[in-house]
């Protein structure tokens, strides 16, 4: 579904991404692990059209969206769930939801709407609040919620663990297992290896900015070096 082909991204003349290829098949879910700046976000956002790919290629579904811009990204079926959420903090819940749905043109937003307060019911609970108001985890629940209103064919998760505490881990994680089995296509960044790990069929190991290790999820959480630097054995 989705595939990058010796991807390059720098920052002025800093290159934070040296030649990068990985792919994603339709309906697995695939892990990008790795330490503190090792360019897995930067990877992420160069895919959605954030920040500019300087050489290499990003396809999807067979086209090639290498500096589409992020719009027509989106229009293409890729949606990105930020890293810490992005709500728009004035914005209620619903109309956060709403937003997530922008460039869809088809009737069934309502439904969908319906079936994200279904799958989160905080939402409902907490439908009229500003979203600015709402706890980190509740933020990082209607980030998720938001992003799949898309209707994304493949939905880019940036650490969603990020700054929440071990018991909203775990439920986020548990959402997230939750959407890989109603059939979403996953990509996702995350710091806790193991939590990503545990989720993912496939992992790729980041180290300055290059890829280290691949294979498959299993595998790597039973390498001894990846459980050495990155699973605290
Ligand atoms: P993290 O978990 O910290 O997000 P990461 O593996 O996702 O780590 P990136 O965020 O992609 O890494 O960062 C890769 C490198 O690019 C780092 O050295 C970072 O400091 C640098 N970088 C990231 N964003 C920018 C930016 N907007 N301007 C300049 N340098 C940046």
Redesign the pocket.
Known sequence: MLALCDLR?S??A?E??HGISLDVAAGECVA?I????????????AICGL?PVGSGSVQFEGRDITNASGHAIVRAGITMCP?GRQVFPQMSVIQNLRMGAYTRTDKDQDADLVRMMDMFPILRERQTQAAGKLSGGEQEMLAIARALMARPRICLF??PS?GLAPKIVASVFETLAQIKAMGMTILL?E?NSMMALNLADRAYL?EA?KIVMQGPAKELKSHPDVMRAYLGH
């Open positions: 991204v920052y002025g800093i934070v991404v990008l790795g330490a503190n700046g090792a360019g897995k976000s930067s990877t992420l956002k920040v890293e940036d650490e990020l960044v710091q980041f900015g």
